[in-house]
C-alpha cells in the first residue's frame, strides 16, 4: 500500500516559537554580574533582594546559573535586558525584602529593551556606570530613591512617581540626570501626587518632554549646574 501519505514530515518552527526558557539568570563571578534575560513576548520578571539571601527571581523558580549561592555572590552589576526578536510586553520589578538593606550596586544598573520597569526599593552605592533605563517605552515606575556617587542616572521613557522620590548623583562632583520623556505621578488622584527632588551637583539635568501634565506633581525640587 501507499502510506506516503502516513508520513510525517519534522516542520521547521520559527525562532520565536521554539521552546526555550522564557526568562534565563546567569552569573559572572569575574565580573560580579548578575545578568537577566527576557526572551518572549510579555515575560515578566520579579527580582527581589535579600541581604542574607541574596537575589530571588520569579520568588527563586529561576535558578540563577553560574555558580550563584546567595548574597555571598558578590553582585555589583545587574543587566537586564530584552534578548528576544520582536518581543514585546515586557516587564520587570526590583524590589528588597522588608528588613532588608537596600540594593547596593558598585558598577551600576542598566535595562535594555524591557518595556515597563517597576524599581520599588532604593539603589545605592553606585561608583560606576550609573544607572540607566534604556527603552522603557511603557513606564518606569519609581517608588524608592536612587543614588549614585557622580554617576549618570539616565531615564529612557516615561516616569510615574509612585512615591515620594529623590535622585541624587553629587557625590564630589555630580552626575547628569536626563528625562526622554514625561513625568507625572502613578494616578490622577491630585491627593496623592508625588515630589521629585533631583541634585545632580555640578553635572546638568535635562527634561525633554512635559512634567506632570497627566497626572499632577506635587513639588519639583532641582539642584544642579544647567
Same mark, same amino acid.
Given at each position: @500500500?501507499?502510506?506516503?501519505? &502516513?508520513?510525517?514530515? @519534522?516542520?521547521?518552527?520559527? #525562532? +520565536?516559537?521554539?521552546?526555550?526558557?522564557?526568562?534565563? *539568570?546567569?552569573?559572572?563571578?569575574?565580573?560580579?554580574?548578575?545578568?537577566?534575560?527576557?526572551?518572549?513576548?510579555?515575560?515578566?520578571?520579579?527580582?527581589?533582594?535579600?541581604?542574607?539571601?541574596?537575589? +530571588? %527571581?520569579?520568588?527563586?523558580?529561576?535558578?540563577?546559573?553560574?555558580?550563584?549561592?546567595?548574597?555571598?555572590?558578590?553582585? =555589583?552589576?545587574?543587566? %537586564?535586558? =530584552?534578548?528576544?526578536?520582536?518581543?514585546?510586553?515586557? $516587564?520587570?520589578?526590583?524590589?528588597?525584602?522588608?528588613?532588608?538593606? @537596600? !540594593?547596593?550596586? =558598585?558598577?551600576?544598573? %542598566?535595562?535594555?529593551?524591557?518595556?515597563?520597569?517597576?524599581? $520599588?526599593? *532604593? !539603589?545605592?552605592?553606585?561608583?560606576?556606570?550609573? %544607572?540607566?533605563?534604556?527603552?522603557? $517605552?511603557?513606564?518606569?515606575?519609581?517608588? *524608592?530613591?536612587?543614588?549614585?556617587? =557622580?554617576? @549618570?542616572?539616565?531615564?529612557?521613557?516615561?516616569?510615574?512617581?509612585? *512615591?515620594?522620590?529623590? #535622585?541624587?548623583?553629587?557625590?564630589?562632583?555630580?552626575?547628569?540626570?536626563?528625562? &526622554?520623556?514625561?513625568?507625572?505621578?502613578?494616578?490622577?488622584?491630585?491627593?496623592?501626587?508625588?515630589?521629585?527632588?533631583?541634585?545632580?551637583?555640578? +553635572?546638568?539635568?535635562?527634561?525633554?518632554?512635559?512634567?506632570?501634565?497627566?497626572?499632577?506633581?506635587?513639588?519639583?525640587?532641582?539642584?544642579?549646574?544647567?
Amino acid at each position: @500500500p501507499n502510506c506516503r501519505n &502516513s508520513i510525517q514530515k @519534522p516542520q521547521l518552527l520559527a #525562532l +520565536e516559537d521554539r521552546v526555550v526558557p522564557a526568562v534565563t *539568570a546567569f552569573y559572572n563571578s569575574t565580573a560580579s554580574s548578575l545578568t537577566i534575560n527576557l526572551q518572549n513576548s510579555n515575560d515578566a520578571a520579579s527580582i527581589v533582594y535579600d541581604s542574607t539571601d541574596g537575589y +530571588e %527571581i520569579n520568588s527563586g523558580a529561576i535558578t540563577i546559573l553560574g555558580g550563584y549561592v546567595d548574597a555571598t555572590s558578590q553582585v =555589583d552589576r545587574l543587566i %537586564i535586558q =530584552d534578548t528576544g526578536d520582536s518581543a514585546f510586553g515586557q $516587564s520587570v520589578s526590583l524590589s528588597a525584602k522588608l528588613g532588608s538593606a @537596600p !540594593i547596593s550596586l =558598585d558598577k551600576g544598573l %542598566i535595562t535594555t529593551g524591557v518595556e515597563s520597569v517597576t524599581i $520599588s526599593s *532604593a !539603589i545605592d552605592g553606585v561608583n560606576a556606570n550609573g %544607572i540607566s533605563f534604556v527603552d522603557a $517605552s511603557t513606564k518606569i515606575q519609581l517608588g *524608592a530613591n536612587l543614588t549614585t556617587n =557622580d554617576q @549618570p542616572i539616565t531615564f529612557g521613557g516615561p516616569v510615574l512617581l509612585g *512615591a515620594d522620590v529623590t #535622585l541624587s548623583t553629587n557625590d564630589n562632583s555630580g552626575g547628569a540626570i536626563t528625562f &526622554s520623556g514625561t513625568v507625572n505621578s502613578v494616578t490622577a488622584n491630585t491627593q496623592v501626587a508625588y515630589s521629585l527632588t533631583i541634585d545632580s551637583g555640578t +553635572e546638568g539635568v535635562s527634561f525633554a518632554n512635559s512634567l506632570g501634565a497627566t497626572n499632577n506633581l506635587n513639588v519639583v525640587s532641582v539642584t544642579a549646574n544647567s
